[in-house]
Nanobody, 125 residues
Framework: QVQLVESGGGLVQAGGSLRLSCVTS????????MGWFRQAPGKEREFVAA????????RYADSVKGRSTISRDNTKNTVYLQMNSLKPDDTAVYYC??????????????????WGQGTQVTVSS
């Protein structure tokens, strides 16, 4: 079993930045692809970014491409999401997720095997 704990959310003004972190425990961290999703009030959970186990490949949703960077530190069992130029539309609960296949960058929720509890990001205008 893998446990994921997100942190780094908060309230930020539009144009600001945040770095989300997700620490995992359990199996060897590099054996998982990792992803970030978000869910805004009244909306479905959506894909944000993903990264392979070795960090070679990353993938981003169009809505965050150019403004966000996903990275990981396998020595710290941690995946990060750096978000810049934040907009009110980025307001959501952000979730990290782990996929048992480290070679892919999954975009669908059902491709992930483990989920964190989420961290709230609120962007004020």
């Amino acid at each position: 079993q893998v446990q994921l704990v997100e942190s780094g959310g908060g309230l930020v003004q539009a144009g600001g930045s945040l770095r989300l972190s997700c620490v995992t425990s359990g199996r060897t961290f590099s054996s998982y692809a990792m992803g970030w999703f978000r869910q805004a009030p009244g909306k479905e959970r959506e894909f944000v970014a993903a990264i392979t186990g070795s960090s070679v490949y990353t993938r981003y949703a169009d809505s965050v491409k150019g403004r966000s960077t996903i990275s990981r530190d396998n020595t710290k069992n941690t995946v990060y999401l750096q978000m810049n130029s934040l907009k009110p539309d980025d307001t959501a609960v952000y979730y990290c997720a782990a996929c048992n296949n480290p070679w892919i960058t999954p975009t669908l929720q059902n491709q992930y095997d483990f989920w964190g509890q989420g961290t709230q990001v609120t962007v004020s205008s």
